[in-house]
């Protein structure tokens, strides 16, 4: 006979399951909707409306439901800005949950068949940054893209002015090591970066949650926090095949005293190093947005790991842009020197 933590399997399993359904449908459904899924994180929630259709009838339709979950997650999202645009959602909190949740994987372009939907008149960046779980920063940014200065500046969104700080609980222990304590920044501190397209009804999290990179500014000593997603951008073989979105905290403070985030920034990026436009970064985003698939992060490091492969594939390309430019001067070396040769050859000798 099989022990209580052996689970049943076969012909034993569906009785189970019956069983369990049968279970659930006693309780009442008021009982399940206020103390129940009201208990249950995004993530936990998602699983529970999977696992039956009576729990996905009872959460699908109760945005107030899903809109508390993304206040958890995100503290941005209460602002006005944002909530107006997630109105408009096909089913409100419940579809941005599942745009921003997962982690964005878009590393092909699609063919199109159709039209391509029409350009934002401004999109909304919802940020927050957490410590150890607890939020320490949350700022929502508008930013237009109808005029001409956008479509031809580089892209990039400020949510701070030079001179502004926001103080936050972080402060070194005395006598940690630097290594020590960068490291466990990186342990420590996520960023979520939800850019939200009001015209396609469309979120995504363009942040890989946890950094890719924590040091040291070399002049100012403050400490740079990078987080970067790789998204498909151009045409196979060009510079903006892919492209990295790349958001930037920056914290400083005196030894002793508690960090300030000083700069909190987002820029997309072509794998030369090129700031991209307004113009084709809009197009790149949106088609993130609305082509990108969402997927679970099967470690923490992943968002690192993919980050250290984009930049030995960019290591790659400019090894062989090095190499053909090598090759062309040689060439040029050697016309040059064919022609010398053969115009004096024929002064000499004529």
Known sequence: MPSPSTPLAGADAAPATAHAATVLTSI???????????????????????????????????????????????????????????????????????????????????????????????????????????????????????????????????????????????????????????????????????????????????????????????????????????????PPGSAAEHVQCTATVTCGGKEGGGLHVREVSFQVEDMEGKSLSGKDSLAILGEAMESGERKKAKRASEGKERFEEYEARKRERRERKQRAERALDLLCIVVGVTAFVGFWSFILFR
């Not at 502004?164 to 996520?190: C, F, M, N, Y």
Request: with cysteine; net charge neutral.
């Open 28 to 234: 009442h459904p008021d009982v399940i909707r206020t103390h129940i899924l009201t208990r249950l994180d995004g993530p936990a929630l998602v699983a529970a409306t999977s696992a039956s259709s009576q729990l996905h009838s009872l959460s699908s339709s109760n945005d107030c439901l899903w809109r508390d979950v993304c206040i958890a997650a995100w503290p941005s999202v209460r602002d006005p800005r944002v909530a107006e645009a997630i109105a408009t959602f096909p089913s409100g909190h419940r579809s941005f949950f599942s745009d921003s949740y997962p982690v964005l994987h878009h590393h092909k372009l699609r063919r199109r068949r159709s039209p391509p939907p029409p350009m934002a008149e401004c999109l909304i960046s919802a940020v927050d940054v957490h410590y150890e779980g607890e939020a320490i920063f949350s700022k929502v940014h508008e930013t237009e893209t109808v005029s001409g200065w956008f479509e031809c500046s580089p892209f990039r969104v400020d949510l701070l002015d030079l001179k502004e700080s926001v103080p936050t609980r972080i402060q070194k222990p005395g006598g940690t090591p630097d290594e020590a304590w960068l490291r466990h920044l990186e342990e420590s501190l996520s960023l979520s970066w939800i850019v939200v397209d009001p015209a396609r009804k469309r979120a995504a999290n363009f942040s890989t949650r946890r950094p890719v990179s924590v040091q040291r500014h070399w002049l100012t000593g403050d400490v740079q926090v990078q987080y970067v997603t790789v998204v498909a951008g151009g």
